[in-house]
């Protein structure tokens, strides 16, 4: 049995795919000491190969999830509402031989994303066809507003919420993953964001599919916070420097508190984007984290130490209390800082 205070099970993050360094003008760097997401490398490695087609299906081997080959089964963009239908009919046709597809969570449609490609957004050799470079429906609501939904923008990478009764596009899926951490969506809405009954919806709250959170998520242990779900150990202070920073100045920050062994620790990072995402409770928002969170001085966005592959002079960051995730421009002095360290057991990796 494993310690509680350790694992959780952990849901460890994705690698972000990510193998380049960029400076603050977006030149491509030599990665060694940089501290950069290209360099650190964090998180599940994918395997190789990592998507499995045939007969209309693709599997990826990373989540094991499955996927329709046709990334836009439906050809042209339709409302909320009118995905889940589109899903419901696929089933009671058994498309593709399988009667169990549906909307992906929005942990399972980012798990396809690259953040070392764009126009699309997709691993490098990918067998997928027919996408689109516009935005495509996750199965979340969007805590925030229950009128809206959780939805990905495959040109880049993108993650927000947009109105349901807006028209954008849908890729569905099928199976469970054993490494993807649940959203945390409890509840189901309809298009006005009313709550309904989850019964037969389609929706996350519904499925609720990923590793679910443990109780209590979070243990504290004097300046640092333990997650429990992914085994990520965070400051309690948020906030720690108490003032926006550059991306460059948030890079450099981490040679200075690693110096300083804040913690008691000497292993602290810049997050790469997935790290910062794996926080998010999708039932949550401002802050959108768990109820039971311990920390301290929290802020409206966080640097990543990821890239954007799509402007690399742009880095990765994450909007907490939406729970969205968005880029800013790296020598802007906007963005808070939020370090992290690996579990003890990926310390040496």
Request: charged content about 15%; some cysteine; hydrophobic content about 35%.
């Amino acid at each position: 049995m494993n310690n509680p205070t350790e694992t959780g099970p952990w849901a460890t993050p994705i690698a972000t795919g990510l193998t380049g360094c960029f400076d603050t003008q977006g030149n491509e760097i030599p990665c060694p000491g940089s501290g950069q997401d290209g360099e650190t490398s964090y998180g599940l490695p994918w395997p190789h190969p990592r998507f499995q087609a045939g007969d209309g299906l693709v599997r990826d081997n990373l989540t094991g999830l499955t996927w329709s080959q046709n990334a836009n089964p439906n050809d042209f963009p339709i409302d909320w509402s009118e995905a889940l239908e589109l899903v419901a009919a696929m089933n009671e046709e058994q498309a593709l031989g399988h009667d169990d597809w549906r909307l992906p969570n929005r942990r399972e449609l980012l798990s396809l994303i690259s953040y070392q490609a764009r126009k699309p957004a997709l691993p490098m050799g990918h067998p997928f066809s027919n996408f689109f470079l516009g935005w495509y429906w996750t199965s979340t609501t969007a805590a925030i507003n229950p009128a809206y939904a959780w939805y990905i923008h495959l040109e880049g990478g993108r993650m927000f919420y947009g109105r349901k009764d807006q028209q954008y596009l849908c890729w569905p899926v099928r199976g469970q993953s054993p490494i993807l951490a649940a959203t945390g969506q409890t509840l189901c809405h309809d298009q006005e964001g009313r709550v309904i009954d989850c019964l037969g919806s389609g929706q996350d709250g519904e499925f609720r599919h990923g590793i679910p959170t443990p109780a209590p998520r979070f243990l504290v242990d004097g300046a640092t916070v333990r997650d429990r779900h992914t085994g990520l150990i965070w400051l309690r202070d948020a906030n720690h420097f108490q003032t926006p920073l550059s991306w460059q100045q948030a890079l450099e920050a981490m040679v200075q508190i690693n110096r300083q062994g804040l913690g008691g620790r000497r292993a602290w990072r810049l997050p790469p984007i997935n790290a910062l995402e794996s926080l998010v409770d999708c039932s949550r928002h401002s802050p959108a984290l768990t109820t039971d969170h311990p920390f301290l001085n929290l802020q409206e966005v966080y640097w990543s130490a990821t890239t954007s592959y799509f402007e690399t002079d742009w880095a990765w960051a994450l909007y907490l209390h939406k729970g969205a995730l968005g880029v800013g421009h790296k020598p802007s002095t906007r963005f808070a800082l939020w370090p992290v360290c690996l579990p003890a057991r990926l310390e040496q990796g």
